[in-house]
């Protein structure tokens, strides 16, 4: 498992997916330049980008998959 992290610096903040990022990760995934590099469900869906901020990532981290 990997631990809950935040990063911060005086320009940029690192932090976990929350649902306050739900719309900007539906537009910026659903965008087709990004769906040309990565593996991602076309057309990406709100309800997938809701999943990805509240439920996904957050799991991915827990197994020890990673911090997405």
């Known amino acids: 498992m990997?631990?809950?992290t935040v990063l911060n610096?005086?320009?940029l903040t690192l932090r976990p997916f929350t649902?306050?990022?739900?719309?900007?990760?539906?537009a910026s995934w659903g965008d087709a330049l990004i769906?040309?590099?990565l593996p991602l469900p076309q057309?990406?869906?709100l309800q997938?980008?809701?999943s990805?901020?509240?439920t996904v990532?957050?799991?991915l981290r827990e197994s020890g998959d990673g911090i997405h």
């Open 52 to 54: 990805w901020c509240t």
């Open 35 to 37: 769906q040309r590099w």
């Open 19 to 26: 649902d306050v990022d739900i719309a900007d990760t539906h």
């Open 57 to 59: 990532a957050h799991t």
């Open 48 to 50: 997938e980008a809701t």
């Open 2 to 4: 990997f631990p809950e």
């Open 43 to 45: 057309p990406y869906t």
């Open 9 to 11: 610096t005086e320009r």
